[in-house]
Every structure is written in structure tokens, then in C-alpha cells.
């Protein structure tokens, strides 16, 4: 060091520490000390398929995988390869009644019941640190700003009764600095709204961050984020008085274009609102499962497709229904998620249950997670999800146990890993996919090409469908096969017939109909 007190080490490329004992950001050691220190780079350990590639602190190589590629590695295509998920335990301590993704993937935060009010976890859902934050006792909601800046809070207060709910807006980057300093987080706005149920305790922001609309009781108040103590607009959902006392809202969402806020209510009843034109009142009216003032004091849900063009409202009577956000007069999908909830015995009622979903970012999966209320009061039942592949909603292609009932369903921005939140705390599942067993007419290393006679359209394909001479060739080919680029079916014509699908007839022939069955050729005989 020139004063001949210590000696001075310049690390070779990759290495760091006063010693070279460790790696720098975005390289991996083999062991402590490092001897070798690996760059984390997209080629080398993402199949060239990752959006972003770093260490995350975790000791490992973090894959963010393009849309549409999943697994570790980022080594399968979605449409085309087979997963199962696996289940792995991230923390057990309290109820997880809500989950927050950071818009980077790089925070996680779950809104405990029982306290502490919060718990933080980085990107790869290690735990970093539990804390209380400021007036909020248990937590109800928590959420992320699409743009990153804010996240919001709500919860019952200290003082406070249960019905008094008290929502908060902090600033992320001065959160995580007072977290890191272990000071409190200093909210930048707060407020105390009494509510006649907790489950009014709700909120989103909208697309663009501009707008954070929350529920308390009949009205929705949306704040501007630009300055949170302005007066906020207030929707009054036209409940009727026959309704009474039951005014009261449930979850609400924004569709991700921005056009359309969608809320849901304890009467099963759906307001749809355009958000350019708030005033005119809700666009349109969705009743579902049952009558106007039927009541079902479980909880729904609403999500919008990444796409706006789908929405997906969950009854406690154990279904979902989809809804073309283009045409709400149109009969909706519905979704036969449990069958119905038990009784309570002992108190002479039903309570139904609680469906919470998420659509994957890339848009190819609805999850669906279940919790039915016990049979008896303090008893335990079982929790279930489901995920959907959006191309064939029929059934599931996974489902998957869980020893409780599951609060709180999101998907990491793999669209390959979901977040669950039970009694038992929060949970990992992740998607481990595999490319040496393809859906059928998938092919390649990444099962992101088509199989011969098989055709995707783009590249690399959503969807293989199979070249039949019924399908493409109106059941007039010798033969069908593709093009070579398994970009379009090719069709080779029965003697008489012509046209790319052998749709017509060839000259001096005359067919019987368009598009033709038969083509009887002309002769003199």
C-alpha cells in the first residue's frame, strides 16, 4: 500500500473483496474463498432466452426469462413444453393475506395477518426483513405501482377498532433506504377510513400510475398519485336501497390498456366503468350467481387479462366467469372451479369461499386459488390452485395441494413461478419444464419449433396445429404437408381439383358446389 503496512491485492477480472476473496455483482463463486468466479451472462447460463441475467445476491445466476420462455434456465418455450410445478416453503410464520411483485421482479412483499405487518423479500424470495409499518397493526393489501415508485399499504390500525382500516402510500426507494437503516418507513400519505367490513380494505393503481383507487364501503375513492391529499374522485355505486345493508364493494381492478375499472361487490354485482368518463356512471352492470340482493359473504375477485381484452370475476360460489371486455351482453366462459362450500353445522348457514386469481404476465395462464371456509369454526381445510393454459380453458393442467386454504395468488414476471399466501405463511411454486418431452406437435431443443406436417404461423409458435386434408385441404387432397418453414399447410389436389385449398375445380372441370365436394370433368361421352 506504499507505506509497506499491508499488501494491496488488484483482483483478476470477475473477483472482489480486500483479499479477492469473493466475486463481483453478476459473477457466481464455486465456494468460499472463491477460486473461480463465473459472469452471469445470457448465452452462457439462459439459452440466449433471458431478458436480463444477475446474481441477485443469491449466490446463483438469476435467469428473467423473454416472454413466452420458462424454466430455470429460461431453456423451454411455454406453448410447447411440458411443466409441472414444485412447491418449496419460503416462510412460515403468520397469515399471508396479500402478495406484492415489485414491476422488476426484484421485491417481494406479503401483508401479514397477526403481524408483523409486512414482510420483505428480494427477487429470488429469500427473506430479507419483517417490520411493522407505521399505523398499520395486521395487514389486509399491499401493492406496487406499475411504474415502480410507490407501493401502498393497508391494515387495521393500533388504536382502532377492527372496522377502522387505514390505507398508506410510500415512496419505494424511501422505504427501502429507512428499512435499510432500520428506521420506521414514514408513509407519504396516509388516512383512516371506518369501513362496515374489513374486506373493503382494497385498492389498485391504475396502468399508467397516475390514479390509486381504493374501496371503503359503497364508494370508491380515487386518489391522484400526484398529490395524494387533493379531494379524490368518488364513485358512488348505485346500489338501490333494497341492497341495504349490504353496500358494499369487494376487490376492484383496472384493465391494463387504462379504459376500464372494473368492481366487484358482496351482492355478486360487477360495475364496469370507463375511466375517461367516470361521471356517466358504470358502462355496464353484471349480475352473477343469484338474484339482485343475493348475498354471499365470501370473497370475489377481479383480474384483467394482460390484453384487456378478457376479465375474470370469481363468485364464492366456486366458479369464475370470463367476460369479453369488448362485448359484455355476450354469455361469459365459466369456470367450474370447486363444487359448492359446506355448511356451517353448528351456526345453522353457509359461508361459501374465496377464488383469488392471476392471469401470467405473458398472458398464456389463469391461476385460480382456493379457500373454503371449515366446516366448523377453527377447523381447517385444504387449499387448492389451478392453473389454466388460456388456449384450452376447459380444464387445468395443474393442480396443486396445499395443507390451507390460499389468501393470496401471484405470478413472478417469469411467468413461471407463482406465489402463494396461506395460514401456513408464503409459498414458492415453481415451474420446472421440460423440453425432452414436448406437447404434441412441438419439436427442437426448446420445443419451440413445429414438427413436420405441423404449422405455427410465427416464431417461435404459440400453437402447432396439424396439416389433415379436412382441416386444410376440404377433404379434397392425395396429400397435405407443410411448407418447408412450417409456416402454412400445403395441399396437394385430388385429380380434378385445384385452388390452395382445393377449394375449386381445374379448367374443364365443374364442381358441385363452392367449395367444391366433386369435380366432374367435362367430356363429350
Known sequence: ??????????????????????????????ASPATTCTECTNAGHCNGNAASVTDYGS????????AGYVGEHCQTWAAGGVCTYVNTSV????????????????????????????RFYDGNLNATLSHDIQGIAEGFWAVYSPNGQFIAFSGSSYTSPRSAVVFGVHLRSTLEAALAAGTDPVPEWNQQMDVNLNIGAEGSFSPDSTELAVIVDDRVHIYSTSDFNQPPVVLHLP???SCAPFHVADPLAYSPDGTQLAVTTLVNRVYIYNTNKYGDGP???????????????GKRHVRYSPDSAEVAISMPTGRVYLYDTTNYNAAPTVLHVTSTPSAFPSQGGVLPGRLYLSYSPDGTKLAVAVYMFPSEPGGQTPGEIYVYDRSDIAAPTDALSMREGVYALTWMPDSATLVAGTADGAFKLSATCTSSSCKAGFTGTQCDACLPSYVGGVDPPNACTECTNAGHCNGNAASVTDDGSRGQCVCTCKTGFAGTNCETCLANYVADASPATTCTECTNA
Not at 99 to 118: C, L, N, T
Not at 284 to 294: D, E, K, N, R
Open 1 to 30: 500500500d506504499g507505506s509497506r503496512g499491508q499488501c494491496v491485492c488488484t483482483c483478476k477480472t470477475g473477483f472482489a473483496g480486500t483479499n479477492c476473496e469473493t466475486c463481483l455483482a453478476n459473477y457466481v463463486a464455486d
Open 59 to 66: 449466490g446463483q445466476c438469476v435467469c428473467r426469462c423473454n
Open 91 to 118: 416462510d412460515g410464520g403468520g397469515d399471508a393475506a396479500s402478495i406484492a411483485v415489485s414491476p422488476d421482479g426484484e421485491q417481494v412483499v406479503i401483508a401479514v395477518k397477526g403481524g408483523p405487518s409486512v
Open 239 to 241: 346500489f338501490g336501497d
Open 283 to 297: 358502462m355496464a352492470v353484471l349480475q352473477l350467481a343469484g338474484g339482485s340482493c343475493t348475498v354471499d359473504v
